[in-house]
């Protein structure tokens, strides 16, 4: 909770000083081409007891990577619909039909607006988390 938080606090002086911008703050998907070698990458681990780290600062043009480790199918889906990571299928499960993601079992976002952008999985609602990205 401290670091959203420290992340409003700090996007509202950046707003304040008229540092934001006009883009709208929706993170984007991977471009074609693009590896983690070559972007910035934070991983965000999801199980049965929800996701964790729950909470992430990260900077702009950073790569966040769900990882299923859990045994159970989850997703990553914005609370505010700009992204929806479909079905990141178990470990075991990955070989599935739907699954998505680098051998179905993870799925990744490129974020390259500043903003606080909340997430929740669709089959346990109550599991939920922050990604804050800073300029």
């Known amino acids: 909770m401290k670091l959203r938080s420290a992340a409003v606090a700090i996007l509202s002086l ?3 000083c008229g540092c934001g911008s006009d883009t709208p703050l929706q993170p984007e998907p991977l471009p074609p081409g693009v590896t983690p070698s070559e972007t910035p990458e934070r991983e965000i681990h999801i199980t049965d007891s929800g996701f964790s780290p729950s ?15 859990g045994p159970s199918i989850h997703s990553s889906r914005s609370d505010i619909g700009v992204w929806d990571s479909g079905e990141i299928c178990s470990p075991s499960d990955a070989s599935e039909a ?8 993870t799925y990744g976002r490129l974020f390259s607006h500043p903003g606080i952008f909340t997430y929740r999985c669709a089959a346990h609602p109550d599991k939920q988390g922050t990604v804050v990205v800073m300029e």
């Open 55 to 69: 909470e992430v600062l990260v900077a702009k043009g950073t790569i966040v990577r769900w990882i299923n480790d």
């Open 98 to 105: 739907g699954c998505r993601g680098f051998g179905g079992v």
């Open 14 to 16: 950046a707003v304040a």
